[in-house]
């Protein structure tokens, strides 16, 4: 297995004086040490050199990509830190001695990486390379999948239980990322699904080593390893992109033999929101029309697609709600509830699914529409639309909102699919014009003078009390409306011609950001 000079230092320095210095190259790419056999040889790309400070020339050839071990001070030393990666011992060490370390050394690696392509030849399993990996680290290791579930962990033996083990051992195996942890991650701005580099954060006052696993070029999990026991190394960092990619390659091999089935009801009501319809569709959902009643919802979260993790979300989401099934569209989450599972005695299941929800979401930011309640599973694409519809129009009236019922506005829906391209003012009477024009230039609204009559059912006491204004001023303002706008509001039809118009100019001037 190749090295590199950060993995040889690391593994040196706990038994002979040594300090790094110069380039240091990343990729595992050092075969095993040779003896330097003085000036006129070149420095080669990918190889480790053995030598005494004396024997360092004063102008070498160098490749990109070598490296150095210098036993000694040499005065040429300071040419050599800009073209490669220098090990210095600073005290006397016999050279078979130097040469008996790095050969324990690269055995160690050598028979590390045996075992994980052991393993890989065998069965494949993941919890078996986590296991030989963990005396490398001097760790704990645990895997996630795409979805935040726990895949395996390593043994946790002779570690004490602090929080971070403890949330560990609880949740092992097929269990889940709790969300206030999966919340702690995603506080940690660097922390992306789209991260190929190792990354080292701190979680729980924990000093953690995360990399990234990914299925042709897709998200697939995470390798995290636990700073419990001994300190992070530089080191560690390519030898934990090393491990994920034989993890990489066993989910691979897993992936491979475990596909076929049929489609999973999730991916079935995904193409019904999208329009598709198929054999296959009506044999999945064919245990699904017993007259149980759904509601569709969509969330939308503040934080960017890359860095939530959306497929753990909506696994959370199904196992909170029986029956469910949630997936990914267009950056949000969308999820079908059976009712039965909202039913709680003395509660409605607004209120029973509201509770879930704020629970689960409690440290990410977020917003939801909710459907009717319907019972044809088949007509999910038009529930799925009233949920779309009821987030889109609850951001733009009440943005301090989290949780937009469709039925509060389907009004608004209707008027504004109703007005279709053309603008409000297209409806206005010439009447109802000049009153628009009157408010922006007085501080007097006869606009939402005449809104307020209306909603109050032309009520005149329960108008002024709303207006904060007395009889005889709104008697005058009446007055002054009924004759520009030339129509009797005591006709059904011009009345709800009125406040259908009323109900879009308010609608507009919420969407362009006006005061409603």
């Excluded at 570690?159 to 403890?166: M, R, S």
């Excluded at 080292?200 to 953690?208: A, E, K, P």
């Amino acid at each position: 297995m190749k090295l590199n000079v950060e993995i040889i230092f690391d593994n040196l320095r706990e038994q002979v004086p040594a300090r790094l210095v110069g380039v240091r190259e990343k990729e595992l790419h050092l075969g095993r040490p040779e003896y330097y056999l003085g000036a006129g040889h070149t420095f080669y790309s990918g190889k480790l050199y053995v030598l005494r400070g004396e024997q360092l020339p004063q102008r070498p050839a160098i490749e990109k990509g070598a490296a150095i071990l210098c036993i000694g001070k040499s005065m040429y030393l300071p040419y050599y830190l800009e073209q490669c990666g220098v090990i210095q011992i600073t005290e006397k060490v016999e050279l078979p001695l130097m040469f008996n370390l790095l050969t324990e050394i690269y055995n160690k690696y050598d028979a590390w990486n045996e075992e994980l392509q052991s393993v890989l030849n065998a069965s494949g399993q993941i919890r078996d390379m986590v296991s030989c990996s963990q005396k490398i680290f001097g760790n704990p290791i645990l895997v996630l999948d795409a979805n935040f579930h726990f895949l395996v962990h390593s043994d946790y033996s002779g570690i004490d239980l602090a929080e971070w083990e403890k949330t560990l051992s609880r949740h092992s195996g097929d269990g889940d990322l709790p969300l206030p942890l999966l919340g702690a991650f995603l506080e940690h701005g660097e922390l992306s699904t789209e991260e190929t580099d190792a990354m080292l954060i701190n979680i729980l006052d924990s000093s953690t080593l995360c990399v990234n696993l990914f299925q042709n070029k897709v998200y697939s999990g995470c390798l995290i390893v636990d700073y419990r026991q001994r300190a992070h190394r530089p080191s560690d960092d390519a030898l934990a992109k090393y491990l994920a990619g034989r993890i990489e390659m066993a989910l691979r091999q897993y992936s491979s033999a475990s596909s076929g089935g049929r489609s999973s009801l999730r991916s079935v009501l995904q193409g019904l929101v999208n329009g598709l319809s198929d054999m296959e569709q009506k044999w999945v959902l064919e245990g699904r029309q017993s007259g149980q009643e759904f509601i569709c919802t969509k969330t939308q979260f503040s934080r960017r697609l890359a860095q939530l993790p959306i497929g753990y979300i909506c696994s959370v989401v199904e196992k909170t709600f029986p029956n469910s099934a949630a997936f990914e569209q267009d950056g949000a989450i969308i999820c079908f509830v059976e009712t039965a599972a909202l039913l709680e005695t003395g509660k409605s299941c607004l209120q029973v699914f509201q509770r879930h929800v704020t629970s689960m979401f409690s440290t990410l930011n977020f917003d939801i529409g909710i459907s009717d309640p319907f019972r044809d599973i088949y007509s999910a694409q038009l529930y799925y639309l009233q949920a779309c519809s009821a987030l889109e129009n609850g951001k733009i009236f009440a943005p301090e909102e989290h949780f937009y019922l469709f039925q509060d506005y389907a009004l608004p829906e209707l008027i504004i699919n109703a007005m279709g391209r053309f603008p409000v003012e297209l409806y206005y009477s010439d009447g109802f014009r000049r009153l628009v024009e009157h408010d922006k230039a007085s501080n007097v609204s006869y606009v939402e003078t005449l809104r307020t009559y209306l909603e109050k059912n032309m009520s005149i006491t329960r108008t002024t009390a709303s207006l904060y204004i007395n009889r005889s001023t709104f008697l005058e303002r009446i007055a002054r409306i009924k004759r520009e706008l030339g129509v009797d509001l005591q006709t059904p039809d011009e009345r709800l011609r009125l406040e259908i118009l009323l109900k879009a100019l308010k609608i507009q001037e919420a969407m362009q950001g006006g005061t409603i």
